[in-house]
């Protein structure tokens, strides 16, 4: 098994402010050796740690931790996508082995960011060097993402977090539309991480969230989606124990070896574990 998204952080106030004061519970540093009790216990022999800063700190940080502790078996970065000459820097990483791809905090962005001539061209080159991209956005941002996508047909995608679907008003059709779009680009994956995070606390069943898995893995199929926990973020409304089981039970229609892929093949294809 695979988790597919993991974030860690020394915590900081200014830097971190979006883990604001109802947050109280990933208010504090969060270090492999944090999590290491969990992955043993529920079978998990590796993870992806994912950037959750944007600055070449952060990516400077997760290569050191995937140094020091084996079961980091890849990292998704952070660069400055939008910048030009980028080449140069995506050469120097080239000697870091377990960094496997990038990520840019999208949904943080203004509409449009994901049509910037730059960005998309920046994104391109990582086919070069082997690199895949994490697509980060909301539920409002897909029809941007799916334009992302077909103007990529070569690149490794993966959405994070199943497009963050509106699940404080359980709104479906118009995110079903959406998905069913994006995943007609087959170079696109989906994680099925952090969605319960969408929820207002407390108030959802693992029985509302089913119809948006129905979603995914009609859209997706069983070779294109993975396993990941967005842990530690998910503890403000999760467990790791409730989510891994409520994936388990729903993807037990799907024969040993869909499963095994959805729990971990399909993670180690894309980010060449």
Not at 203 to 230: A, C, H
């Amino acid at each position: 098994m695979i988790d597919a998204h993991v974030h860690f952080w020394q915590y900081d106030e200014i830097r971190d402010s979006w883990i604001d004061e109802s947050m109280q519970v990933i208010r504090r540093d969060f270090f492999p050796s944090d999590i290491n009790e969990l992955l043993a216990n529920h079978h998990v022999s590796g993870i992806v740690a994912v950037q959750a800063d944007q600055s070449a700190e952060e990516t400077a940080f997760l290569l050191k931790l995937a140094e020091e502790n084996k079961q980091i078996l890849g990292v998704v970065g952070w660069i400055d996508l939008q910048r030009h000459e980028l080449e140069r820097q995506l050469q120097e990483f080239q000697k870091y082995p377990k960094l496997k791809g990038w990520r840019h905090i999208v949904q943080a962005e203004p509409q449009g960011f994901l049509s910037n001539p730059v960005f998309i061209e920046n994104v391109r080159k990582l086919r070069t060097y082997n690199y895949t991209y994490d697509v980060l956005v909301y539920h409002s941002q897909l029809q941007e993402a799916t334009t992302f996508a077909r103007k990529l047909p070569d690149q490794k995608l993966v959405l994070d977090h199943l497009g963050k679907p509106d699940l404080k008003n359980w709104e479906l059709q118009n995110w079903k539309k959406d998905i069913t779009a994006l995943a007609k680009s087959e170079n696109v994956y989906c994680k099925l991480s952090g969605l319960v995070t969408e929820a207002v606390r407390g108030e959802w069943t693992k029985e509302m969230l089913q119809p948006y898995f129905d979603v995914i893995f009609e859209s997706f199929g069983t070779s294109r989606i993975m396993f990941g926990s967005d842990w530690p973020v998910m503890l403000l409304n999760t467990n790791y124990s409730e989510w891994l089981q409520i994936v388990q039970e729903y993807i037990q229609k799907f024969s040993i070896n869909e499963q095994q892929q959805i729990l971990g093949g399909n993670a180690e294809t894309f980010y060449n574990l």
